[in-house]
């Protein structure tokens, strides 16, 4: 142990430069250590003394009548170790004790340091030696030690290697939020860190890119309406169930990174600005773009654009410190932009506070239980292969909670089911049979294997499935009462009932009637319809706001769902007719649920 057993600082060096040691030696072994340039002066006689430069060969000139013998003394040879004066900064920056008494106080000791690992000997360990000696204090509170930057394999970056990064070559390619992004959710700063391209990506493509796309959403739909967030107010009493929820996450989320910041949690500061960023794109936006599509400024789409713009402007001021130029650029355009009394940067402004009265915690943990099931939802359909576009009739979920009506609607809605029913016991969609794992179970019963074979195929499985999770092990008496099989020792097979899918986790289950009457395949086939139609759009480079014609040309069945279905495919599309035929537009061929349709897009005049 380094600190235990440290040994005694040899403070003096053998070179030309750097700090001279203030000690003066005369040959009849006589030493004084000079502590000011007055003091230099009064010893050596000479006012100029007191101004010479304190550096070889200047300081070297300076001689001293040595008052034990009269002869002059001379200064010793050896300058101060570099790692002295890296030590003395805190004081020395200020001149301290000489001038600035009150500037150095307020700042000592600092609040905290940072610097790579290696200095645990060098000015982590100067900083303290010194400051110990002279104030009987350590000189800092907190300090932050960097973990080396290795290769993606883990090994130490050199140029012999060939394997070093060139800083200024990463910066050029990456962009500095991106690198410093990393190096922030990467993993605590103490650890070593691989630095490779692959991983810089991914958090520019997860974080960057989705924070980016949010903002150009807001945008672009507020240059549509001519939206000006400064003559509106978030009123919130006002707002819908899902814009309070997405204030609560964010005055959470300003909450959490500023506890974390101030704290030195690095890694969690980043990660829940990460999932914040995830959930407003892929949550929020998703489910509310309807809201911002629709005509006129109502109160509903004005509470949309006021939640969005708070929640941008908001993430950008807390993930400043983070990413400051692709936050500055936020700011510069949804801040000073509109209001250029507004502080000139994002750097100047104060961090945002949270707001206590916009956290909800019960609203939160519902939504968050809503995603669960969404997500157990989606795992289920991708069993069963049914795309999200195909309606299915009724669900399923056993939990140990239950939800209000508005937030069952948003899980059919997201996972397009009819109905969703919460119920107590699922056990008539599933059956589990159970197996011996051998080997764990043969070392430890191998005389009952036999009985404990048979017993656990006599078992009704639901029940036992039900006993294990709540009791974390079957007892098998009737064999011995010796007989104990947790988890680990079982192999469990599950079945599903025919035309049904289930999936459980984290005390969640979810079962999905998979059988399919004719109407949802219907309904199924204009969704895809609708979807194609605006993937065309899009491929044919029209305005978001463009009103098109639509022509459709296929089988009888093709044609009787445009004739049941046209209306509604026409109001989500923004097209002013849909007929039979062909255009002189933009047209594609699809295959849609087995049938050959071609369809064609054109702009209308």
């Known amino acids: 142990d380094w600190l235990e057993n440290i040994q005694d600082w040899g403070i003096s060096r053998n070179r030309y430069w750097g700090t001279p040691l203030n000690v003066w030696e005369c040959e009849c072994g006589h030493q004084e250590c000079i502590g000011s340039r007055a003091e230099l002066a009064e010893k050596s006689g000479n006012p100029d003394a007191a101004q010479v430069e304190l550096h070889r060969p200047y300081i070297d000139a300076v001689t001293i009548k040595c008052p034990d013998c009269g002869k002059e003394m001379h200064r010793v040879p050896e300058v101060i170790d570099c790692w002295f004066d890296s030590g003395a900064m805190p ?19 600092a609040k905290f340091i940072s610097e790579a690992v290696d200095q645990t000997r060098g000015w982590f360990y100067s900083l303290m030696a010194e400051s110990t000696l002279l104030f009987n204090k350590a000189p800092y509170e907190n300090v932050i030690v960097l973990g080396h930057v290795q290769d993606e394999n883990g090994q130490k970056m050199s140029k012999s290697k060939g394997n070093a990064v ?19 959710i990467n993993s605590a700063p103490w650890l070593p860190n691989r630095f490779h391209g692959k991983a810089v ?8 890119s989705t924070l980016w796309n949010t903002y150009a959403f807001y945008v672009l739909y507020a240059e549509i309406d001519q939206f000006d967030a400064t003559k509106y107010t978030l009123d919130y009493e006002k ?13 959470t989320l300003v909450k959490t990174v500023d506890e974390n910041l101030g704290n030195y949690r690095i890694p969690e500061a980043a990660r829940a600005l990460d999932s914040f960023v995830d959930e407003m794109s892929n949550w929020y936006v998703r489910r509310s773009r309807d809201r911002f599509w629709a005509k006129g400024m109502e109160q509903d789409k004005i509470n949309a654009y006021m939640t969005l713009y708070t929640a941008l402007v908001t993430v950008a001021k807390t993930a400043a410190p983070m990413i400051p130029f692709m936050t500055e650029d936020i700011y510069q355009n949804l801040v000073r932009n509109l209001d250029p009394s507004a502080p000139e940067s994002i750097h100047l402004c104060d961090f945002p506070v949270a707001n206590e009265q916009h956290i909800d915690k019960e609203l939160e943990d519902n939504m968050e239980a809503v995603l669960k099931i969404v997500v157990i939802g989606r795992a289920c359909r991708n069993t069963a292969n049914i795309k999200t576009k195909q309606p299915i009739g009724k669900m399923y979920v056993k939990a140990d909670f239950a939800l209000s009506e508005y937030f069952v609607e948003i899980i059919e809605d997201e996972l397009n089911v009819k109905s969703v029913e919460f119920t107590e016991d699922v056990s008539a969609f599933t059956s589990y049979t159970f197996k011996p794992q051998l080997r764990t179970v043969g070392p430890k019963y191998g005389k009952y294997l036999k009985q404990i074979q048979q017993t656990l195929a006599s078992l009704d499985g639901n029940q036992a499935m039900a006993k294990l999770k709540a009791e974390g092990a079957l007892k098998l008496d009737n064999i011995s009462d ?9 192999l469990i097979s599950m079945a599903q009932k025919e035309g049904y899918v289930s999936d ?3 005390g969640v289950t979810v079962v999905l009637d998979t059988n399919l009457t004719p109407e949802l395949i219907e309904e199924g086939m204009v969704r895809e319809i609708i979807s194609k139609l605006q993937t065309m759009r899009k491929e044919a480079d029209f305005e978001v706001t463009d009103r098109i014609h639509v022509t459709y040309s296929g089988s009888d069945k093709v044609g009787e769902i445009f004739e ?6 026409k109001t989500v599309v923004l097209a002013d007719t849909v007929t039979e035929g062909t255009t002189d537009g933009y047209q594609k061929e699809w295959k849609i649920n087995g049938e050959t349709v071609l369809l064609g897009v054109q702009k209308a005049q």
């Open 482 to 490: 010796e007989v104990v099989l947790c988890e680990e020792d079982l």
């Open 564 to 569: 049941k279905y046209g209306e509604n495919i």
């Open 166 to 184: 060139d800083p200024f070559e990463a910066l050029e390619q990456y962009g500095a939020d991106a690198i410093r992004w990393y190096f922030y």
């Open 201 to 208: 990506q991914e958090g520019q493509r997860k974080f960057m």
């Open 239 to 251: 707002l819908p169930v899902m814009d309070k929820w997405l204030l609560s996450k964010l005055n």
């Open 91 to 109: 004081f020395a920056q200020h001149h301290y004790p000489f001038e600035n008494k009150e500037v150095f106080e307020q700042q000592f000791p």
């Open 504 to 506: 459980s986790e984290g």
